[in-house]
């Protein structure tokens, strides 16, 4: 029963909500069935753990029906069934609301058709002073002014009332702009996954000529809507990913009109300009590098990183970080994790900050320190232990203990190899640092004993090795020091 549809879909509320759910089950305008109203109840005293023993059917049955009745299967399905009715209709009445502009359409609509003329009047300038102060318009607003004039116009016509002429003009401006802005936003997706997934190229490739054509049109007005622009220009950084000036008046339009939009837009908009940034560094334009800093700093100032709760991701915390280290900006990533390490997750919160903190450590070559932190921390979390053990090797080896290589290498691979939670290719790179990090240890103990003809040409087979090697940790890291080609040891 534990993994019964209608308990999967209660976990997923958390207490506010479910709350809201009880007193809508309550009800008598949503629901007039007093087993339901019992069943509901009874769950409540069991939120949010439902123990299976307290949760079976026939519990569930006893509770409805009295202990005195047989049970009977296909009566506990049918209360669970209409449960789960009124679940559906309570997550969309939580959707409507949340949603005021469609509420409002729903409302005129129902106004219109009982004849309360002055209602529906006052209800249309309310939604019509409302969408008056949106700042910045998505194409979902359009669509919004679009169906409120387009209601409006209908009224008129119902109504018969001379002297009202309708804004044909405004009313299609506002569907076209709903169009043009969605055209854009699913062009840029198709494009930006056309590396990703299979998908009709030649068929999108029509329709996104035909949008940009559109656009492209002397004298068109929709550039000036902000939401239109910025797209337009993501649409041209992926289209045109060598013209640089593309990715500047992106970069200008965001810092113009992107923290003015919704929290969950302006981070999709600004996430297509931070993957422009990143396959520009994956084709060696190493400064996009320094880009890609900017754009985190403009995110990090306007608070869009944060989740709803308020919260800092430790992904967004551990990416910054190591920005940050390889452009070298040590000053700022050391009061970055001091100043966000409270708004991350208290679950990860000590492992995030003290793995980062001794990312810093290890990178400005306070090794004892970086050290400490590894070794005193349990890192629960199965990416940041994998990392932290990666981190530890490092030091040892530039460090020179040689035997804590070997000893952590060795405790490294059994743990990879025991944790089946670890994808493939992560695995995979992992085990060939591991095994390329032992020989370097090995090779570096026995430089002494060796000609410097004899240490170059081992050098140069590792070189080979670490180039055949599709899947590696660290590569960059590996590369340089095999790089050290002097006299003296690695």
């Not at 754009?295 to 967004?316: I, K, R, S």
């Not at 932290?388 to 030091?395: E, G, H, N």
């Amino acid at each position: 029963m534990k993994n019964n549809r209608i308990i999967v879909l209660l976990k997923s509320l958390n207490k506010r909500e479910f709350n809201k759910f009880v007193l809508y089950v309550n009800s008598p305008f949503f629901n007039q069935s007093s087993r339901l109203v019992k069943l509901i109840n009874y769950l409540a005293s069991l939120y949010p753990d439902f123990p299976p023993k307290l949760i079976s059917k026939e519990i569930l049955f006893k509770k409805l029906y009295g202990s005195k009745e047989n049970f009977e299967d296909q009566k506990i399905h049918d209360q669970l069934s209409q449960l789960l009715k009124l679940f559906e209709g309570f997550l969309a009445q939580l959707q409507l609301k949340e949603q005021s502009e469609k509420a409002e359409l729903h409302l005129l609509d129902a106004l219109k058709q009982r004849n309360l003329d002055k209602q529906f009047q006052r209800v249309y300038r309310r939604m019509e002073e409302r969408l008056s102060k949106v700042e910045n318009k998505n194409p979902d607003f359009f669509l919004s002014h679009f169906q409120m004039l387009e209601r409006q116009a209908e009224f008129h016509d119902q109504r018969q009332i001379r002297g009202k002429h309708h804004n044909f003009s405004e009313i299609l401006t506002s569907l076209k702009t709903f169009y043009l802005g969605s055209s854009l936003q699913y062009a840029c997706e198709i494009l930006n996954r056309s590396g990703i997934a299979k998908i009709d190229i030649e068929f999108n490739k029509q329709l996104i000529e035909e949008i940009r054509a559109q656009l492209e049109e002397e004298g068109n007005p929709y550039l000036e809507v902000p939401t239109i622009s910025i797209y337009y220009k993501i649409l041209l950084n992926l289209l045109e990913p060598e013209e640089i000036r593309h990715y500047e008046d992106l970069k200008a339009l965001l810092s113009k009109y992107a923290s003015s939009f919704q929290k969950s837009e302006a981070t999709v908009m600004y996430a297509y300009a931070q993957n422009y940034c990143i396959r520009q560094v994956n084709k060696a334009n190493t400064h996009f590098y320094e880009e890609l800093f900017e754009l985190y700093e403009a995110l990090l100032d306007a608070e869009l990183l944060n989740n709803d709760n308020g919260e800092f991701p430790h992904e967004h915390y551990k990416n910054i970080t190591t920005l940050g280290l390889m452009l070298k900006k040590y000053d700022w990533v050391f009061d970055f994790l001091e100043n966000y390490k409270s708004k991350l997750h208290l679950a990860v919160r000590e492992n995030a900050h003290s793995y980062n903190l001794a990312t810093y450590y290890y990178e400005t070559q306070q090794f004892p320190k970086a050290m400490r932190l590894l070794q005193q921390v349990e890192f629960t979390d199965v990416y940041y232990n994998v990392s932290a053990r990666a981190t530890l090797l490092k030091i040892f080896f530039e460090t020179g203990d040689y035997d804590s290589v070997r000893y952590v290498s060795q405790a490294f691979q059994a743990y990879l190899k025991r944790n089946k939670s670890i994808p493939k290719l992560h695995y995979n790179r992992h085990l060939n640092f591991i095994l390329m990090i032992k020989k370097l240890s090995r090779l570096s103990m026995k430089r002494y004993r060796l000609e410097d003809k004899e240490f170059m040409d081992e050098i140069q087979k590792l070189e080979s090795e670490l180039a055949s090697l599709k899947e590696v940790s660290f590569r960059s890291w590996i590369k340089g020091k095999l790089r050290m080609q002097d006299p003296q040891p690695v």
